[in-house]
């Protein structure tokens, strides 16, 4: 997919595939510019009546009326709504009885991977490889029929090699001719791959309200309390073993192992602020990411996920709430919401 | 022509007679206005990126790639303010480094000399193996900082130009191929 979308629509992305033809119905308004902070609810029923947000450009308050309210801002932000919308009779924010809102963040580990050399490409001319499907992917293999002793569930590899146009070698040591013939003779010869592991859902691994700061527009923002625990160490310590070994018996000179994890919040795909689940004592959201609490309010994005697995999420995100929709749909012509 | 590449040209011509001749010979043959570096700063850039990527018996260096000038039009067009303080700083460190070596600027510094000061700037080069997968953290004020930023931005320039891509690395690229597949080198 292109950054920024796909300016003939020949790829799929939101605009193209979703918003215009929900636009061509004449249904949709779309409200940009607006930032919402707070879902209002009905005092008599305690049902989801619409949203209060700012207009971010005139700096107005306004409120949209609604009869089903669906949030899908994202893992974090959705959690962050759903915890600044308390009333009476929502005390811990709207659809949080189970004090599970916020709750079980988590993402995906990286970092550790292997660099290896591939002696016999150094020097090679240029071929047309560059126009080959790049990149390479080991799926899974950890705790599935065997039993790790160190850690739960598991990683894929990401890999990629070949010659491309930039160069993958301009960072060779030094200056001068050999470092630019070095460029030459090395581009294209090195091969890399880095794990891509769960990071498992924990309670304790939570974001909340945060009672002193505030964001541009006076909301409160969200405080992290989010913490690799041994579970990850220890599988990253075994992406990084593996990789090595892996490389190794391929016949590939490994130059370099990194064993370091990256930072929590790096690999980007937060997830489980709202997790799915039968039980209201112990989950959010129900199988088609409605509210237990409050039947006409919906999380449609990765807060119901209730793990992280290791793949990208999206593109569950993404048939769950086309799910959801089709539920929500039904509902409605059912007159049960 | 823009009020402010009026300004640039107008200063070069001022200050193009006190630079000696080979710099001077980079900026006029390429009639360049630049925006970000003074025509000092420029000449610098010019001739440290020619030194890391010099012309070498399979092509041109970055001199002949107009790599200062890329960096120049990335620098002008970055959206973060302290990117261009950082290579006027780094510049100026050269000028001290090449001071406290050489007794003088580093343009006027003897081949030898201009090699000195870069090889003394690179010592603190990260060597390591098994760094190749991360970027590097934000460079410091340091030399060595400067130093990875200026070798950076050159190969990013340098192989970013025509002369790097073809003449330089012989790209092919996607090339597009009629009835039976002609495999991995078609020319």
Redesign the interface.
Known sequence: MLPGGCDIHAAFDSPTGLIYPAMDTGNLTLRTNSTAHEILVDPKTGRARGVAFVDSVTHKSLEAKAKVVVVGASTLESARLLLLSKSPQHPNGIGNSSDHVGHNFCEHLMGPGVTGLVKELVGKEHGIEDGRPGGFYVPRFRNLSDKQPGFLRGYGFEGNSGKSIFPDSTDRPGFGKQYKKEVRDYAGAFINMGGFGEVLPRYENAVSIDPDVKDAWGIPVLKFDYKFGDNEKKMAEDMAVTAKEMFEAAGIEVIGVDKELLTEGWSIHELGTSRMGSDPKTSVLNQFQQSHDVKNLFVVDGSSHVNASCQNPTWTIMALAWRSCDHLADELKKGNL | MTRREMLGATAAALVLPLLEARPLAALTRYNFAARVFTPAEFALVDELSD????T?E?SP?AREARVAGEIDRRLADALDPEQVKRWKDGLRAVEDLSREMNGTTFLKSTPEQR?AV?TKM?ST?D?T??????RRANPSSSIGGFYRQL??AT??AY??SKIG?HN????????FQTGEYA????T
């Open positions: 030194i890391i990527i010099p070498d399979v260096g090699v870069l690179a080069e060597e193996p098994g760094s190749r997968r991360r070798k950076g190969t990013r192989y970013t891509i330089d690395q012989h790209y092919k690229g996607n090339v495999g991995l080198d078609p």
